[in-house]
């Protein structure tokens, strides 16, 4: 393939040049993966075709979204295998994610017989069914965590166990194309019925289906899930359901189809699936649902016409991917000035400040504005997972870094808090203060489990850090973008062609300086884009040690130049312990600050303070010496290594279980006595015995 | 009939006088219902030849509850009737509840085909059932309202259309003595079956009919309500179910026909239904049930082993009403210590300011210890209603002023919130702060509105306000208590039989002060107990105008002296404005205060404040002369009538409309403003356009 190919009439020409084959053989770990598709199960299909023809990308440069044809993408998404993550910050947690989680999870899937829900539709097992109705989605969801991770390194076993499970569910497709251990039986006649579709997740199980598969194709060239996806698709969803006179509406029960729809078009080209997604985003005026359902559910109105974030929160999320997917596709403005809103809605008044979102159990959905409350924070970490993906197409949409500061807010905290640091156990909610003497019966006796009967949320943050390499890097038309930051290589191109290579060091994020030394193969002309935090007030940015002016917090810094091999880009994000301020709109915050740390948001958990000092009666000290006040100390042997961060904060003299529930207004405020607090990472709260935890403390002004 | 009755082996001969015929007579309104029923449907029972007999009370003694008999009652109460609230803060809210509510209840109750369930079922109804499976309980509520209502003065035109309903209730009656409209025609095979006995409120319903029957006894003497109550437990429920091997588990899915229970033994003198409420009290072992229905439901283990109040709020406490029942009749020790232990946890962690109980919209549930939330509190009017009439029962059995200043608090507050000041519409939920531009589709557009289809707030409110005069005094061995305060006239006696006057003048609860003159048939010793209410921090007592010594805060004061015709107590509670702190384990109150005046709990909404100066940016001022800053001023012609508080606040310069949701704390305090604050009763809130509306408001010292 040779560079800047036109763009076709199907608009899905390639705009980005593939790596040669040789590069990829040079990478051992996916040898594997180059050439025929491994199982050879899946006929070869009309797309297969145009790869061989050199029309669309082949499947191993398609990163964790193909953008490379997306007309309306500023950005454009370098593969998970281009990124290799090194010893660091990421390094733990990718490698507990492919060695502890996704086995571990494969093992509880098993025993709960999600796989046993295909087996003995084909005669294979004699168990009964098993899980809620959307259970197949559980194990598409992990096919896809295993997708995303082989393409950081085979895993010969892991592969082999997939490949087989793969088999065993396209086994149980039938003729018509319809495939769903669920709608059996008693209740085939239920398949699509409206009422089902509003709540029995058909749709959402094809979409993961489809993701599990374009994930896992990417990795190995095998498409014979994502072929299984297209035969539901073409033969049984499209001929009967759509917006035809002969056809039925489709109502999104749970978004989720339409993202996958259009990934699906942007790996296959085939543009229906991209016509189907925006007529089910539009919603079809044939299907009239209740009011409470177009909240709760986040569908069934034009997506266009909406003007807040409502309802279910993983539900808007994954419509709001799936709306920006479409506008990336077709670039219509009305769907670009909603998602503009909707993100206003989000940053301003929905969202925590670890980037989850989510306020309520109920319906586990958005709350009023600024409705944000802490112990009772739902937060579900599909959700946070949700708003990262959101912002990763706003970002490819704009190329503005306020939506890569969602991402890294909701990365290091609301999402990386989700999976205990072994790797076996998960928060589905993750909570801003906790007490396990409060912890009620409603929710169960613990915060972190290894298993939930809905058990979206563990392979969902497996496929969250199994494509994270994903997130790091874009190119654009005149240069590449680096978001993230840590010890990584990239192995990519230029859009022009031209191989690019970058290194990062850096101790990100517990400090702040990071270097980047670049290697084009030849020197160039380009722009490097270099994401300064929104945290960050004080950035330094050099390149060969001369400083580069311009360097705004929340911006992409662009240092256009004629890039040398082994050019070196010094970033320095000076990383102090900062206090942040809620809007005083969120009550819970009233009169109190969180702890930060670069990307790192702090919490206290209450084995650590001192004498047993209770949370609710301890006071953060804001002086003007601020930085004095807390001490910062990298201590390799608590949970895993972490900066813990000490503070010659206060606690009240007359501790609160003590008062009363209601009492008269001192005219003399408390007394204090000082008290040092201790404070680490929120990621990492919950990993020891049960305590009490939280974000938001108190202050005096002193 | 006598003073001193033996107490036989039923405990169930008075120990309490009843008045003369003649008195009774001398009262018009309720002429016509002395002697004989008016309906003449019910047959004579043998509780009726007792009552001739004179061995337990006549119906038109019986107060709230009947209390005449019960050994562990250290209060008694006097008769509905024998209270007449004249004008003053009480009346125009129960003239608003016989004019208006009651009657405008009956139209929806109709206009949403209640009684067409019944009408049905005997050929005189077309109409489909209505409603949800517990609809029955909506008439026999608005049944037990009328029923009170009626004591305080005969309306015939009500009187009669209630006779009438109560026919076509009845008239449904099956041999066997079932009465539910609902568990019909395909849903007979449903009956009592376990699992709708957890979800099906059938015991719930007959629990209500018991209540309506007994209050309309009480005022008509008319029995035929109270009859097919009884019918349904004597042939239908006690022979299949209960304890023995031969009956099958009672499930107490939604408490309430404990008390109900419990009130129709002290009606009758029947002791199965106390044996019968305190195996429902114990639960079955027989019938499992889940832990979260155990929560949820508050019944399924015995209530003696709770330790907390947690699950659905007004199934608690209405649990917690019939265990104190049960206590009043038994005085087995366990349940009071349990009692006990259940209201310290209602009293120090789980009670609003307003008196309302239930922080959770999920499950209408009690939260984690401290969870009261304000713009997200439930606080269901029927669950403040159901604190009220818990502590009634608590009141009863020990005489202590803790229970009475709960029952004040929340009547005044969390209780007379839920009915609108014209009486056509309610409160369902009663929360502490109110923004309707937030308010979601999840809950419906209003807070207030004239029909619910789970109606159960309406008429739940209607018969508190109908029974409220019963709730003015109480008798005890050694004399007289007063417990609530406004213009009135107990006309009663003590329990030696001596009649007592008592006429109360007052401009409670807008100011303090209060006389009390009372006249005693003839000169007599006995203790007049009254109540200092809890927040009255410097009351004054006197008799004839000489200072009584001993008057404290949330305590009876005893005043025992030889009482002559003509005595005049005079109480004087200085009404100030108090500013009062939250525990701070109450997350969302932290650094906020809210303004009380007596028993008043006041809030701002949005439409009173200058300059429309938005509720998040408020501040009251703390200072050293805190009196000074409030200006208080009765405004005739604002929400009928109520005092309005100013107060010479603040405001925050920058509105937190413009603020970002998190920005980095400021070393120096953020700059306020003067600004004028207007506050009305939280009771009157949401009265007027919709707006927003806040009890609990940031301050500062100054």
Redesign the interface.
Known sequence: MGSDHDVSRRRFLSTAVTSTAASLLARPALSFAFGEPALGLGKAVSFETEVAAGSISPWQDQGVLNLANSPYAKLHTVPVRAVTIEEGFWSKRRKTNIESSIPSMRVELEDHGRMDNFRRLVGKSSAPQKGPYYSDSDIYKWTEAVGWALQSGDRPELRSVTDSMIREVVAIQEPNGYLNTYYQNDRVPLRMQPHEQEVGHEMYCLGHMLQGAIAYYRATGDPTLMNAGMKFLDNFVIPNYGPGANQKPIISGHPEIEMSLIELYRTTGKHQYVDLAGYILHGDERATLQ??A???MFCGIPFTTRTKL?GHAVRAMYACCGATDYYLETGDPAYWKTLNVLWEDL???Q?Y?TGGVGA????E?F?????L????AYGESCAAIGNMMWNWRMLAASGEARFTDVIERALYNGINSGMSLDGTTYCYRNPL?F?P??????RGPNIRNPWYDTTCCPPNLERTFGSLPGYFYSTSKDGMYVHLYDNSVLDWHLEDGTPLKIQQKTNYPWGGDVKLTLNPAQAKDFTFYVRIPGWSANARVAVNGRTVEGAQAGQYLPIQRHWKPGDVVTLSFPITT???????????D?????VSRGPMIYCMEGLDQENGTAL??VLIR???Q?GKEFQNEYDAKLLEGVVVVHHNGAA?ETS??D???????S?T?QKSRPAKLTMIPYYAWANRQPTTMQVWS??I?S
């Open positions: 009011p409470r177009i909240v709760y409502e940053s301003k008044r969202m400040i309520r159990a109920q319906g959905a709350g009023e504005p600024y409705e409350p802490n112990a009772q203060a007490d003497a409060g912890y009620d019966q409603f900062q206090l942040v301020a809620a809007n005083p709109r969120v009550s819970e009233t009169a109190r600050v969180a609710s009666d804001i002086s003007a601020e009240h609160s279980a008062e009363g529930l209601y009492t008269p207004v005219s405020p108190r202050y002004r």
